[in-house]
């Protein structure tokens, strides 16, 4: 079946030491975005690509930086983990147009030691 | 800035009772808007989803939800849930192809 997938489901790290999340989709969506979740809150839109055009939000943290090297693969790369970062990571694709949903991989949570 | 709101946090429910979650959005222009749920340890799926046409939607697993552009409300209902809608609920909304904007979800637990 196509999908989003997430590896890891689970990743620990240790306080500063940077980690990276991958994304693939085998959907061939040319938008593909990382939304970032903590307990009891909205899933919070990081960053978004349109096929390689890199969209930041602008109140996400310059330690958080975004990878696209392929339409299927998408990195997160965390610089720096504070244990603020602890959360789920979400990543979806979407084809461009007004209106399309959106799919998502299972997630990764993140745990900072 | 665009939003979407969420008023219930937790919903407890029994068995066969009807279910109604709450959604507003501010949005100027054409709003996309939709209901997201998340199983326990799954990922988000979609349930229904508004672009234009028809105000009432019908989604998969016996759920709808109308847009009322006066109150700029889009509504979960099902008429009686099981407890296999126990789960979080999300409403998202975008406006032309703007990422999806969530609200903080809603999280119905069915007892029977």
């Known amino acids: 079946d196509a999908m989003v997938i997430q590896n890891p489901r689970y990743q620990v790290t240790q306080f500063g030491k940077p980690v990276t999340l991958s994304c693939s989709q085998t959907?061939?969506?040319?938008?593909m975005y990382w939304y970032q979740q903590k307990s009891s809150q909205a899933p919070k839109l990081l960053f978004h690509?349109?096929?390689?055009?890199?969209?930041n939000e602008a109140d996400t943290p310059d330690n958080f930086q975004s990878r696209r090297p392929n339409t299927s693969f998408c990195f997160l790369d965390i610089r720096s983990p504070g244990l603020g970062d602890a959360a789920m990571y979400l990543c979806?694709?979407?084809?461009?147009?007004?209106?399309?949903?959106?799919?998502f991989g299972q997630g990764t949570r993140l745990t900072v030691v | 800035a665009q939003s979407v709101s969420q008023h219930n946090h937790h919903v407890i429910l029994s068995e066969a009772a009807s279910l109604e979650l709450g959604c507003n959005y501010s949005y100027g222009g054409t709003v996309n808007l939709f209901w997201y749920v998340q199983y326990p340890g799954q990922h988000l799926q979609l349930l229904l989803k508004y672009f234009s046409g028809d105000p009432l939607v019908k989604g998969i697993k016996g759920f709808e939800a109308e847009f009322i552009k006066s109150k700029f409300s889009f509504n979960l209902r099902k008429p009686s849930v099981q407890w296999s809608d126990t789960a979080e609920y999300f409403c998202?909304?975008?406006?032309?192809?703007?990422?999806?904007?969530f609200g903080k979800g809603t999280r119905l637990s069915v007892i029977a």
């Open positions: 959907l061939n969506h040319n938008v």
């Open positions: 979806a694709t979407s084809t461009y147009g007004g209106g399309t949903e959106a799919f």
């Open positions: 998202a909304a975008s406006s032309g192809n703007t990422p999806l904007v």
């Open positions: 690509y349109y096929d390689k055009d890199f969209n």
